[in-house]
């Protein structure tokens, strides 16, 4: 298996160097916008010479090196009068209808509020630099169309749900405070604070915020983590660069320090996270081609369907429920997880031998038939979810030809993770077939240490 990984390695470098040099980038620095944003964040004390707007052929919108970065340099330090927070929200006209305003709001609100309400002052928001270059649209869930929905790999689908239910919630949950905020608004409160502008904002922060930690404030109710942080949020994610990213106590700035390091003129990246692409569209609305960290998940309702023949499978989903092991059951290009193949262990028991199930799901091995039950039902759980892919992908070109932007966007989000996930349930595929051919190899099919143990 190493040898394997070794030589997808090199393959997966070259492919990516080929990649890389096929990238055309063309600056954005002299565009009204972001002409507007720099003044604006001089203004604050942001000095940058090493990083410019440019848009990209395979990112879109990003930034660029003007000069190498070399391990260990800063790619960007932005001071904290350049940050919006709920500091800045409870410094503004907003502040005493936020603190005299029972039950508390939460920071999530209150800063979703402020960006509706700048975005409605236009040119005379103080943040309207900042403002005029976010996305008017994403393609987070909470944007998905039902038909769009209805393309995604079921987990997805059930988690895109309750983000969508989540943000309907936060704007029909504070109608009273929305109706309270009148005297300083120019227009009908229900004409601003909409459904689709609170849907905007809540996008804008979760998909743009970096991490900063508050102090707690007695007007707020909840943690309070979040941070707009202009210019430096252009910067796109790869999952294989490394940074260190905080915010620095001694230079009162937001700071972010290259690991290995990027070439002048080429993209500078971060990286938000170790994160599966299921997690990257949710939480930001893209795909990574190629994450190393992606896997598909197994439905638990697709186990039943597969083993609904079995007249204990109740018994043994409520043990496994009870002992959690339902959630992350997952397959990658290298094969089934631990979980997965635990899970499939116990389910391979008789109930008579429920005695040994505890000790299954500690590791133990079981006897060779049922191990090979065991990758043979895992096998099957990969056609099922492969055939599922080919039918959402043939759906999804279907609504392509029938459908306009912004809805093709958000399809061609959910088409990259769907065709994403048929490479690895493919490869996984091959693993458990070879697996099958060499009964051998079933009784060395061992957990990691690392899977074993989480």
């Known amino acids: 298996m190493r040898s394997r990984n070794r030589r997808a390695g090199r393959v997966a470098r070259k492919r990516r160097q ?33 990083l410019q707007p440019a848009t990209f052929t395979d990112t879109g919108r990003g930034l660029q090196t003007l000069q190498i970065i070399k391990p260990g340099q800063l790619i960007i330090s932005l001071p904290e009068s350049c940050l919006l927070t709920t500091s800045t929200v409870l410094s503004s006209y907003l502040a005493p209808y936020i603190k005299s305003w029972k039950p508390h709001l939460s920071p999530l609100l209150v800063l979703c509020v402020f ?12 943040w309207f630099p900042y403002i005029d270059v976010l996305p008017t649209t994403y393609t987070c869930p909470a ?25 309907q919630e936060l704007h029909s949950s504070h109608q009273d405070f929305f109706r309270s905020l009148q ?15 609170l849907r905007w904002a809540w996008c804008s922060i979760n998909t743009r915020s970096v ?63 170790s994160h599966d692409n299921q997690r990257l569209l949710l939480e930001y609305g893209f795909v990574a081609p190629g994450n190393p960290h992606s896997v598909v998940y197994v439905d638990t309702g697709l186990i039943c369907e597969v083993l609904r023949g079995d007249r204990s499978l109740d018994q043994k989903m409520k043990f496994l429920r009870e002992n ?35 000790v299954v799901l500690l590791g133990q091995a079981v006897c060779e038939d049922r191990e090979e039950w065991s ?32 809805i093709r966007e958000q399809l061609h989000v959910v088409q990259s993770l769907r065709q994403e996930e048929k490479c690895i349930l493919r490869s996984c595929l091959e693993v458990l077939q ?12 061992q957990p990691d240490i690392d899977d074993a143990v989480s």
């Open 18 to 50: 080929k990649h890389e040099a096929s990238i055309q980038s063309v600056s954005l620095c002299h565009q009204q916008q972001y002409v507007r944003l720099m003044k604006f964040l001089h203004q604050r004390g942001f000095t940058s010479t090493q």
């Open 115 to 126: 960006l509706v309400c700048e975005r409605h002052r236009g040119e005379v928001s103080d």
């Open 143 to 167: 944007y998905f169309t039902d038909a769009v929905m209805d393309v995604l790999p079921a987990v997805v689908r059930r988690r895109a749900l309750e983000q969508r239910e989540a943000v």
């Open 183 to 197: 005297p300083i608004l120019s227009q009908a409160v229900e004409e601003v604070l909409t459904y689709e502008a």
């Open 211 to 273: 991490f900063m930690s508050h102090p707690s404030n007695h007007f707020l109710s909840g943690q309070d983590i979040y941070a707009l942080a202009p210019f430096l949020d252009l910067l796109n994610h790869r999952p294989d660069v490394q940074v260190s990213a905080s915010f620095n106590d001694s230079t009162k700035s937001y700071e972010i320090q290259s690991v290995s390091g990027t070439l002048r003129y080429q993209q500078a990246f971060i990286n938000y996270g």
């Open 324 to 358: 959690k092991f339902l959630h992350d059951l997952t397959v990658s290009s290298e094969g089934p997880s631990w979980r997965l193949m635990t899970a499939l262990r116990l389910l391979s028991l008789p109930q008579t031998l429920y005695h040994q199930w505890k």
């Open 375 to 406: 990758v043979q039902t895992a096998e099957t759980l990969c056609q099922c979810l492969l055939q599922d892919t080919h039918r959402a992908l043939d759906k999804i070109l279907q609504l392509l030809h029938e459908s306009e932007e912004p």
């Open 434 to 445: 070879a697996m099958l051919r060499r009964p051998d190899d079933l009784l060395q099919y």
